[in-house]
């Protein structure tokens, strides 16, 4: 059996974090060499290759377990698109300005810092610092910066008062957040300046496209809208069935008021989304019942509007028979993306699922969930989950004139009387010219009572006046005939709705590195990262004990299988000693590694050592390349390997 490891002797510490994905150069700010810029970051080779893993492992778990559409859909986005979906008008936050210097912060996160700030001093005053949670003692970091508590004991109406606003942060829109910040006295907390009233600042990036400069642009802010506006493309190539889902990883940008947390809160990043196309009738999912009693920890939204933050551990299946998610295929991702997240490294501890209050769901979406996951940031959203009805591709369609609906063919055809009209096209086109069209799509679109009243009128040969976007068109008995004509109907045509799983992969990714770091109980210098095999940067360090040239035949035919079996290795032939040779991948994260010594070049053994334990076995060659293809393809863990090698005793016979 596998020997024990104690993760947790020492406390977390963030710095001795930082200092290590700093020296193994994961990620380092970009541009560092010219002063940098605030949310732009390079990723190092260990980070690379991290980040590439995550999304191998979501492409498999998502695109090919679920036989989703990929696309690849451009950066760059007329204006005309954001107009339509409502990000120029709603892509935005609310931001303040120091009425002194003008400072620039972002107003939610001004009101929480402070009051956080002030809720430690409380309890720092009540003498319970010590045992105050300690990722709670660096949560207020993820604002835009640090704001410093002072040991000021607080009323219990206060606190009451501080924590209830918490709870519901994200439910604030500005003018409330303005409130708040008068009602408390709220400042800079550098300078302690006032602030002015919140304003809203839009996010995206823009640009013009061409060398004019007329033709208006923007980064895109999200990859959705290149799956929305191909979505009749997506249907015909699905041979016109629903469901289906489309799938996407591509940079995204955003104009971040304030980026100051790292990774957590960047201006240019990588996202993963899905849109899972759904007939609005029909929201059940196929494979529900596989994930039906997969436990989540909820955080609903009436727990949240009544100030608390209590969860609730339950099966996505009761979840959904009980109404706390509003469909099947809603609750079938939000499993589906614990399950993705659990298996890439995230403590399932340390993982919850909060719904949106009524302020933060956009007024179409039926139902929206975020993956939160717990970092010394606090809880950081890295999914967003969203049932986003029809909006989408109904504003497109509505904008464009483009067919962007599905059809089904009904199980019985469907016979019933409606009102139709049909047009005289020569006066109409006389008397309306260019605008013909605009009033022909106007009548054919109004419901049935309003052709009833219309046909009443011109029976009584009257004129009848609409207004269509803000102009009145008269209309006279002769230009239009509405008559009731009995229609069958075999087929039935609506617009899509649409689930949508959005993955923020450098969130997921930082959230990982937290969640993965701890040092040795012997040594608190000694930092390791336990990356599970399948997102390891490196599966296998390869040590020879020295230069040897006797190791090079070994060297070389362990590097070929491994290599041949898809699994990254790296030798580290240094002058360094075995120990610090495997304590620097430790580090890195590298699972697994193999010793080459002269008992490989007598007897052809090598021994296999297990990161986290530091645990050895030994075995021939194929022996330890077979077990290490099975533990970095997750059909055996650790103790599976224990079992089918013998334990290292630290000597080895030399024939």
Not at 23 to 40: K, V
Not at 528 to 544: G, H, M, R
Request: with cysteine; hydrophobic share 40%.
């Amino acid at each position: 059996m596998a020997s024990t490891v104690n993760k947790t002797a020492h406390p977390f510490s963030k710095p001795d974090l930082e200092a290590l994905l700093n020296r193994r150069f994961f990620y380092a700010p970009a541009f560092e060499i010219y002063g940098g810029i605030a949310g732009l970051y390079d990723y190092g080779p260990p980070g690379s290759s991290l980040q590439a893993n995550i999304i191998a492992e979501w492409r498999k778990h998502f695109i090919i377990e679920e036989h989703m559409l990929e696309l690849d859909t451009t950066i760059m986005t007329p204006a005309p698109v954001f107009e339509t979906s409502g990000h120029v008008a709603r892509f935005a936050d609310w931001m303040v300005k120091d009425t002194k210097t003008g400072e620039v912060l972002r107003a939610d996160h001004l009101v929480e810092g402070v009051l956080e700030a002030r809720l430690k001093g409380d309890k720092e005053a009540r003498g319970a610092a010590a045992v105050a949670p300690a990722a709670d003692a660096e949560k207020d970091k993820k604002k835009k910066k640090t704001v410093k508590s002072t040991a000021v004991k607080l009323d219990d109406a206060v606190v009451a008062e501080y924590e209830n606003i918490l709870a519901q942060i994200d439910n604030y829109t500005g003018p409330e957040l303005g409130e708040l910040m008068r009602k408390y006295e709220i400042v800079n907390p550098d300078t302690q300046n006032p602030v002015d009233e919140p304003v809203q600042f839009n996010l995206m990036f823009d640009s013009s496209i061409g060398p004019t400069g007329k033709q208006k642009g923007y980064l895109r802010p999200e990859t959705a809208q290149g799956h929305f506006l191909n979505f009749a493309r997506l249907l015909d190539f699905n041979n016109s069935k629903l469901p289906f889902a489309s799938a996407q990883v591509g940079r995204s940008f955003r104009n971040e008021i304030s980026p100051r947390a790292g990774l957590i809160r960047v201006r240019e990043f990588t996202m993963a989304e899905i849109e899972h196309y759904v007939d609005p009738e029909d929201k059940s999912h196929i494979h529900f019942k596989e994930v039906a009693d997969v436990k989540l920890r909820f955080l609903p939204k009436d727990v949240q509007q009544a100030g608390k933050t209590d969860l609730q551990e339950i099966s996505v299946g009761e979840a959904v028979a009980k109404g706390i998610v509003d469909n099947e295929t809603l609750g079938y991702f939000l499993a589906r993306i614990y399950l993705f997240l659990t298996k890439v490294g995230i403590d399932p501890l340390r993982l919850r699922f909060r719904q949106h209050m009524a302020n933060e769901m956009a007024h179409y979406a039926a139902d929206c969930w975020d993956a939160e996951i717990h970092t010394s940031y606090g809880w950081i959203e890295c999914v967003g989950c969203a049932d986003r009805s029809a909006y989408d591709l109904s504003v497109h369609m509505k904008k464009t004139g483009a067919s962007l609906v599905a059809r089904v063919a009904l199980p019985e055809p469907i016979v019933f009387e409606k009102e139709v009209p049909s047009f005289d096209k020569k006066v109409l086109g006389k008397t309306f010219q260019k605008e013909a069209a605009i009033v022909q799509e106007h009548v054919t679109a109004l419901p049935e009572a309003e052709l009833i009243k219309l046909k009443e009128s011109f029976a009584a040969q009257q004129n009848v006046d609409v207004t269509i976007n803000g102009k009145v068109f008269t209309l006279a008995p002769g230009m239009i005939n509405i008559e009731r004509r009995t229609i069958k109907q075999s087929v039935r045509e609506f617009t899509p709705n649409v689930i949508e799983p959005s993955f923020g992969i450098g969130r997921i990714l930082y959230a990982l590195l937290e969640h993965s770091y701890w040092a040795r109980e012997s040594d608190i210098n000694r930092g390791v990262l336990s990356f599970p095999a399948v997102v390891a940067p490196t599966k296998v360090l390869v040590v020879p004990i020295s230069g040897h040239d006797s190791f090079d035949p070994a060297l070389a035919e362990i590097s070929s299988k491994l290599r041949k079996a898809g699994i990254f290795a790296r030798v580290d032939d240094s002058g360094a000693s075995i120990g610090k040779r495997y304590s620097r991948n430790d580090e890195l994260g590298t699972p697994y590694g193999i010793t080459i010594d002269f008992a490989t070049v007598s007897n052809g053994t090598i021994t296999l050592r297990e990161r986290d334990t530091t645990d050895q076995r030994i075995g021939k060659i194929d022996e330890v390349i077979a077990v290490v293809i099975d533990l970095v393809n997750g059909s055996i863990d650790w103790n599976g390997a224990c079992e089918r090698l013998p334990a290292y005793d630290g000597v080895q016979a030399v024939d």
